[in-house]
């Protein structure tokens, strides 16, 4: 098979690495499309450090080629998205149903070969089977969108309740969504402008960019009192997380699900004085039947956010392009 494989950082060489055999309880999956997050650039530029040579790739559908021994959830020719986690289901954390915390806990595409090549070999119960007559490709955020699912979840937002959702990215294009389906009214900031007009289109009822004013100004604005009920963080720079706690009125909750990688300037007696909750969401864990639920229902649109697709051939240019501002989702077609 051919498969993007990731030697040292930014060495990605596309090559023809011997296909995966499905051993018991395995899925082979002939992968149809992969998509590229920032995790991905951070494994490819190093930030990330993984076991070398890695085949990348965590966001990723197809259809299921093998099945080996023992395997009764898919079946060869099935449509499936991957949820490209799994735990170990022995430890404390697994047995008392915390397996998205699970200290030793595998991810496809970071700790062993993932999605972006021809052909990937995964437990068969990551495999998640398409709706009927549901587009392959329609599937592709499912995994950022389980993410999203759950952290809205955490946030407990009600009918009828503000919300706001920082950054504009795949996370807070998905969570302005998600929130409408709550019955939540959507407040969606950005730092820049240029993806709040998607953000209105996809169900936001008001826009804020931070280039041209203050969040925490359009957050009382817009609720018509202290701030936001609930406030959705997918940013995940440590400026966001401070931004994130201005939108709260006093009372609010706070729930963040980007990953800041360097430490965040908070002034924690913010937090006293006005009481706010502040939660982390990490990844999922059963949130994947519902994300495929809203996609095809359709109050989930995850098409107008794959802005770019490359052939697998190509995979440094989507790299690049991942990068640009102009991206928002890039999809890898092996
Ligand atoms: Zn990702
Ligand atoms: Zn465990």
């Known amino acids: 098979m051919k498969a993007a494989v990731l030697y040292a950082p930014k060495d990605l060489r596309v090559q023809v690495a011997p296909d995966p055999a499905p051993g018991v309880g395995e899925a082979l999956v002939r992968v149809r499309a992969a998509g590229l997050c ?8 190093g930030d990330r450090p993984v076991r070398y040579p890695l085949i990348m790739g965590h966001e990723f559908v197809g259809e299921v080629a093998a099945v080996g021994p023992g395997v009764q959830k898919v079946r060869p020719g099935d ?33 062993v070969d993932g999605g972006l090549a021809e052909l990937a070999r995964v437990p068969a119960r990551c495999c998640w089977p398409t709706p009927k007559g549901m587009p392959l ?44 389906t709550h019955g939540a009214r959507v407040l969606a900031v950005s730092r820049s402008g240029r993806r709040l007009l998607l953000a209105r289109e996809l169900g936001a009822e008001a826009v804020q960019s931070l280039s041209d004013g203050s969040g925490a100004d359009a957050s009382r604005r817009f609720s018509g009192r202290e701030g936001v009920d609930v406030v959705i963080e997918t940013a995940g720079t440590p400026e966001a997380v401070e931004e994130a706690l201005g939108l709260a009125r006093p009372g609010g909750r706070v729930v963040l699900t980007g990953l800041p990688h360097e430490p965040s300037r908070v002034q924690f007696s913010t937090v006293v004085r006005r009481e706010l909750t502040i939660i982390g969401s990490m990844i999922y864990q059963d949130e994947f039947p519902e994300a495929m639920r809203l996609l095809e229902g359709g109050a989930v649109k995850a098409d107008p956010l794959v802005t770019h697709r490359f052939g697998l051939d190509a995979v440094g240019e989507a790299f690049i392009a991942q990068q640009s501002a102009a991206s928002i989702k890039v999809a890898v077609i092996p």
């Open 79 to 111: 449509a499936v998205a991957v949820e490209p986690n799994y735990s170990c289901g022995q430890c404390a954390l697994c047995r008392e149903g915390n397996r998205n915390l699970c200290l030793s806990r595998t991810a496809v595409g970071i700790d």
């Open 38 to 45: 920032g995790t991905d650039f951070r494994i490819w530029a």
């Open 137 to 180: 490709a329609s599937l592709l955020l499912a995994e950022p969108l389980a993410v999203v699912v759950r952290a809205v979840r955490r946030s407990g937002v009600r009918t009828a309740e503000t919300a706001a959702v920082l950054g504009a990215g795949t996370l807070g294009l998905l969570a302005v969504q998600v929130l409408r």
